[in-house]
């Protein structure tokens, strides 16, 4: 099943289903039009206050649509901070399910969130990191062919640095730190490529910047700004690639007013990065926090 019938199949048709759990290249940004024909589109997934989650795909296009009907929800954790859901299923097809990592309290967790079709989602998770209480934002790197390079976690603390840590047995090891990012609010990873990862952060006052960060120990993040203003009042970004080596579609959530606003991007190049404005989404976003799902063998190729 190619990913985007099984992110439909598992938001359209009910299978995060109620549970029990237990806790342990483009150069404009897309068009309307030629985002239908790549079909672009945003999945965006969220826990609720109640400890549900919900989920919605959402195709880029002017007004945004959500493409998904009414959910059974799942039940999750309250979590404070979530990264991407990444969706994978077995060789036998025979059961899917996403993994991914979130923050609650001063601990850093993983989460398995098996969906089995026709039975109920279930959700487990896993400490795997303690003393996190003073990040708030994480962002990892899949770069998937195996040997090649890390996949990285990054953590923005409030004390203006930006963490790295690389996978060490189940848990992770420091790999390295940069200064300078105090003014910075949230963030989201856009590229992951052999040689260098990409976030895409905004910051308290309200501008949007690329950290381009080189996978090697030494070398250190090149900060462009986008655009200087506009981006205040986001808390989530939601990030899904636009075709196989297409633009970048977000759709940024307003927390305090519980909506979402969606975008496409051009390649992420500076202030010479395009952008088309989808408008807002037709969508109560209640969560706690908001993620995209997206499948572990797709590369974010933002920049």
């Not at 799942?74 to 036998?92: G, Q």
Request: charge should be positive.
């Amino acid at each position: 099943m190619k990913l985007r019938r099984f992110a439909l199949a598992l938001t359209g048709f009910g299978l995060l289903a109620a549970s029990s759990i237990t806790a342990a290249t483009a150069t404009a940004a897309p068009s309307s039009a030629s985002a239908a024909a790549q079909t672009c589109w945003n999945s965006v997934v969220w826990p609720t206050k109640a400890n549900v989650v919900d989920t919605v795909d959402i195709t880029a296009h002017k007004p945004p649509t959500p493409v998904s009907p009414p959910y059974v929800y799942s039940k999750f954790f309250a979590t404070r901070f979530m990264d991407r859901w990444y969706l994978a299923w077995n060789a036998a097809g025979t059961q899917y399910y996403a993994f991914g990592l979130f923050l609650l309290g001063s601990n850093l967790y993983r989460q398995t969130t098996v969906l089995s079709g026709g039975r109920p989602a279930q959700s487990t998770a896993v400490r795997v990191g303690t003393g996190w209480s003073s990040f708030k934002s994480i962002a990892t790197s899949n770069y998937p062919l195996k040997g090649s390079r890390p996949a990285y976690l990054y953590g923005l603390n409030t004390n203006g640095n930006l963490y790295r840590y690389a996978p060490n047995g189940t848990g992770y090891r420091s790999a390295g730190s940069f200064a300078g990012f105090r003014g910075f609010k949230t963030m989201t990873m856009i590229s992951e490529e052999r040689t260098y990862d990409t976030l895409l952060m905004t910051t308290t006052a309200g501008a949007l910047y690329t950290i381009h960060i080189p996978t090697t120990a030494t070398a250190k993040p090149v900060v462009k700004l986008i655009r200087k203003s506009g981006w205040a009042a986001y808390e989530s970004l939601v990030v899904n690639k636009c075709g196989v080596n297409g633009p970048t579609v977000i759709t940024a959530i307003d927390h305090n007013t519980q909506t979402g606003y969606q975008y496409g991007f051009s390649k992420f190049n500076g202030t010479a990065t395009a952008m088309t404005s989808y408008g807002k989404v037709p969508v109560v976003f209640n969560g706690l926090n908001h993620t995209s799902q997206i499948g572990f063998q797709f590369i974010l190729l933002g920049e």
